[in-house]
């Protein structure tokens, strides 16, 4: 049913009234648009406006130019993107192989709705907890490092200040991303017909036949999109890094915090509005690939 | 579902979205209160007049005021007792940059800070800028340059820098003893030293062992770096969590911080020792001051009356923090036998770098501090 | 779906692997928050017991919960009643309201905290000090997962005839929407409205870079001064909205809700 029918269904006249109808309508989505032009339009122009800015309020690409320049700007955006990188691969393949597993298992049972629940909390919930539970677990009274302690005194578990760096930060961001590749991944890989399984092995095809020549290349756009989901979750994040590394920006969003809030090390709203805008770039870049991706997946779908 | 079955779902909501009213009711700025000029207690009618101002505008926003920092708790404690009003502590553990960044974040709110506890580099910074003028009753007992002449900022308290560890470690003998293996991840410096004093101490204080000064810190940078490669030292800011998880066995911090942790090491059977290198005792005074856009221009004022009395003076002592007035209370007696007995009676106290050796080596290690030690 | 052995072996495996690699966090919050004080003696229940005692733990769940309930009022009355309005009067407004919706995937709430700084120092001044108005930045955030959650709610259900219908038999629009319509795609709304739940009570970047306190900045805060506390705090919030998620009724859809793709 065509929508020019409804409208067209309730109106007692022709062309005018029709019109004036639209127009009121239009009306319906003023408070909508009051809101988020107030939280989210116009805090998004402000950012993307400011960048051009300098301090003094003139029209300058100082900002612009400076940052990529910094070493203390651009030494962060590199680790923003090595972390995003290497946790969206170890995050993707873990998710997707345990989405693989539960897919095989039984449907609405007991077991996937348990880990569907922990997939929306751990993905969406808090990185200062999550912070906070790899203290407790691989901190210097955590039980793993007690344990590690036990087994060898040099083990690398056995000392924990890995777990305040880079390669710590890393190690967290993967938690949370394992189950969001899980969530994200798993209708791709239910979505895998049985038939088309049972047509390889009725073709004299191994299992490995099957996941090379059948299984891997439908389910790549899916992953490759879900990595690229992975990326962005991983670049935009910030709350975890504030918990864990209180001294130091090591990463572009602890960069920007600084800017916002400190005046040393060179703060001004202009510099976390480049940043922001560096950030919003990539951003935007990925997720058009993915949508481009998604595009593709669903032509598989139907 | 009919719409009655939708409304009460509503309804409920509604409800209790209007008893959440009280959580916003908002509260209109002050008007400016004459509070906000008075330069001395005696424009308050004395401080009486001063506790009845404040006891109107009923709380005391601080910040970066930690309760076992020189037993601030105490003193917390006892203001909100005799003066009977409210005090909201805001991020215990800021730096003096974290003070002086909130101040400017949330200017014109209620919630900004009414009164500054800041280091002599970060305060006198802005000197100009964010103080106002106030001089205490006992001004004439504090020494000149232990004050601006405008009194926008008061020097209050200081201590000595010193190296506090977990006894079982061992014992220290000299700063180097930290670049030993068995210090692996455990060594933290309390603050980042451009954004607290505590931390720009902790590096005069190891540059001064190195050869350097308060005029050098590079020796302090450099030291530092060698224990970040080793291994030895982590980019955390030590708390009292972090402390008593054994996260920061090793901390660079005053002598009266390290007094809290010895206190609370004893209760529990554990002993937390502290090591002052010879020839390298360094403090620093920390400053007092009132906002010049505090929400609660009567109450900071009265706040700082308070810390700036043999009472409160009496408070740092027993905590460990050696009091500005201090030579003043030895002399008439007013100082406390509990506080002597833990800084003694002797009114010296440890050699500080100037507010422009501060200055500068704040500036170099803008530029040099977060290379080293890779805190990018 | 039929496995061969070495494939099940394998399946354990993983799923032993990711259960193991997902739990032993959470465990060892159980175990870091229940530690004795100094090392000695055994288990005990002080941190959680002292958590009643925060005032500020209490007052910051109190207005992270009253921030949550005008989220879902917002959800309710403006956006879920905008999404349907589009969809049944303003086709042409479709794409236009839906990149509006998936506007804060793209930009990070780092990022947003920092164009909106001025709008919230100047709410502060002038309409209130509370951290209630944050409500107003958490809705648009939530919008991505919402708006999915209703459009594939709306594609599911004729909407379009059920409003017809409903407008022929004499309803008005409000009517039409709130009482006919909105009812039908209940569970798409109730999922959006969790899903709110869950991101407002774990919600750090934006309160704490304004300087608001709210859970997860008091949860912070309270780190830096008794970790136990923290951690057994963390870990009852946590449990909280797994418990919540996990009421939802699983349906094939639900994984799709909760996925955020643009496509």
Known sequence: MDNSQITRAGSQTGTGSRFWRNKKDYLGVLPFLVVAGLFLIWPTINVVYGAFFSDEGKFSLKYITETIQDDGHRIPFVHSLQISFWTSIAG???????????????????????????????????GVMLAFAFFATFGFNGFVTTLARRVSETNFLASPEWLYGLF????????????????????????????????????????????????????????????????????????????????????????????????????????????????VLIVILVMALYSLLRKRVSKWEQ | MKLNQLTKPAVVLSVAAVLAVPTFAGTSANAASKADTWTSAKQAGGLKGLAAACKKE???????????????????????????????????????????????????????????????????????????????????????????????????????????????????????????????????????????????????????????????????????????????FINVDPTPATIESGQTRVVFDWTYNHKAVIDKFKAVGKVWKTYIPANAAVGSFYNVGVSKWAPHPACGRLWMEYVLSAEGGNSWGKGGASPVLWPWMIKNKTASNDAIAVIGSGTSVAAGASVDQQAAAVTYLTANWAAAVGTR | MKLGIPSRVFRVFIIALTALYLAAPLYGMLDFSTKPLGGQGGRTLRAWKAIGNQEDLTSSITVSFAIAIIVMLLIFLLVVPTVIWVHLRLPELRRPLELICLLPLAIPGIVIVVGIAPLYRWISINITESPISLAGVYSMLILPYTYRSLSASLDLVDVATLAEAARTLGASSMRAIFGIVMPTIRSGIMSGVVISLALVLGEFTISSLLSYDTLQVVIYLLGREDGKIAVAVSLAALLFVFAILFAIPTTKRRGAILDADIA
Do not use: C
């Open chain 1, 168 to 279: 710590g930060l890393g190690v967290v961001y993967t938690f949370f991303q394992i189950p969001l590749m899980f969530i994200v991944f798993l209708p791709a890989v239910e979505n895998l017909k049985p038939q088309w399984r049972e047509a390889s092995e009725s073709l004299g095809g191994s299992a490995k036949d099957y996941w090379f020549r059948i299984g891997f290349p439908i389910l790549f756009p899916s992953f490759l999109g879900g990595l690229l989901l992975l990326f962005v979750n991983s670049f935009s994040a910030y709350a975890t890094a504030a918990a864990l590394i209180s001294q130091g920006t090591i990463i572009t969003p602890l960069d920007i915090g600084s800017a916002l809030s400190s005046e040393t090390g060179g703060a001004s709203a202009p510099l976390a509005k480049t940043l922001s805008l560096y950030m």
């Open chain 1, 92 to 126: 993707g393949i873990l998710g997707a192989l345990f989405a693989w597993a539960i897919s095989t298992g039984k449907p609405d049972g007991l077991a996937r709705r348990f880990v569907l629940a922990v997939g929306g909390v751990l993905a969406q919930f808090g």
């Open chain 2, 58 to 232: 009923g709380q005391l926003n601080i910040i970066a005021t930690p309760r076992d920092w020189a037993n601030y708790g105490e003193i917390i404690d006892n203001f909100q007792k005799i003066y009977k009003v409210k005090i909201d502590s805001n991020i215990p553990d800021g730096s003096s940059q974290d003070e002086i960044d909130t101040a400017n974040k949330l200017k014109g709110t209620k919630r900004s800070p009414d009164v500054f506890d800041v280091g002599t580099a970060v305060g006198y910074k802005y000197i100009d800028t964010h103080y106002a003028p106030y001089k205490v009753i006992n001004w004439n007992q504090i020494p000149a340059d232990k004050k601006d002449s405008q009194g926008r900022l008061t020097s209050n308290y200081t201590g000595v820098m010193a190296v506090g560890y977990d006894g079982s470690l061992g014992t220290i003998t000299k700063l180097d003893d930290l670049l030993d293996p068995k210090f692996k991840g455990v060594v933290a410096l309390n603050g980042d030293p451009t954004k607290a004093s505590a931390g720009l101490n902790g590096v005069f204080m190891t540059s001064i062992v190195n050869g350097g000064s308060f005029d050098d810190v590079s020796k302090g940078v450099a030291w530092f770096k060698k224990l970040k490669d080793t291994g030895n």
